[in-house]
């Protein structure tokens, strides 16, 4: 993704500020919806599958289906 960015800079030199434009920020929330969504996606599997891991441990205590569609 190719950005047209303007800096603002101070006296010194010192940026203070970028600017993009209005297209350019669109696609960039866009994209980093996308990742969100990956990366809770991704998140939310790791918690399973470590569930799952203490469950079948006897460290924690399974439910039965039905158990599971009430809690819901």
């Known amino acids: 993704m190719r950005l047209s960015v303007q800096y603002l800079n ?9 600017q993009v434009p ?5 696609r960039l929330l866009k994209s980093m919806r996308g990742l969100q969504q990956r990366l809770k ?4 599997l790791t918690e399973a599958l470590a569930e799952v891991e203490q469950k079948r441990a006897g460290k924690q205590k399974s439910e039965t289906l039905d ?6």
């Open 10 to 18: 101070d006296a010194a030199g010192n940026v203070h500020a970028v």
């Open 41 to 44: 996606i991704k998140s939310d």
């Open 22 to 26: 209005v297209s350019d920020w669109k």
């Open 67 to 72: 158990e599971f569609l009430r809690g819901l």
